[in-house]
């Protein structure tokens, strides 16, 4: 099976424990475009906001593909889970034939892409966004800028870095705001 990892946050500069399962460089845009926003504060990334898919306040983002050199898809769906540190039912999976992921819209979109770039299957990682449910609120553009300046110290450091290291391809709203945010461009500077 010709089977591909999709990415677009940090698995692109730290592929970590997925080395050597994989071949090849990451195809920079070779992926399908998917919705996603940083709507998810991370414990692995010291409570910083991450990138996830999310419809509801995302923006429709290239995303990056590189080759397992797995021949089961099931293999690549343990590669992928162990790197996020995830359970297996959070890491999306498909086929040509048929997919599983929470969002039927991001499952369809991987299915064509699939049969279009002429790979076997596809996986990707499949987090919710969890703003609402770790801070009692809805996301927004404003409340994930008003939560990044709640961070100190190492958490604020990671949670700059992440978003700073994301491919400039993850263009979501919250990081097209602090492109312009002077406090925010100000921690480069730092």
Sequence with gaps: MKIAILGWGSLIWDIENLEPHVAGDW????????????????????????????????????????????????????????????????????????????????NEAVMAWCRMSGHDGAVWTDLEPNFLLSRGVPFSVKRGMDYLRTLEGESLAEAHRYIEEAPSTTMTPLRRALTTDPWWQALRAA
């Design 27 to 106: 195809h920079m845009r070779g992926g399908p475009e998917l919705p996603m926003e940083f709507s998810r504060i991370s414990p692995k990334r010291k409570m910083g906001l991450v990138v996830c898919l999310d419809p509801q306040h995302g923006a429709a983002c290239p995303t990056h593909a590189i080759r397992s050199t797995r021949a089961r898809l099931t293999d690549a769906v343990s590669d992928l889970a162990r790197r996020e540190r995830a359970p297996e039912d959070l890491i999306g999976r498909c086929t040509q034939d048929g997919a599983h992921g929470r969002l039927p819209e991001v």
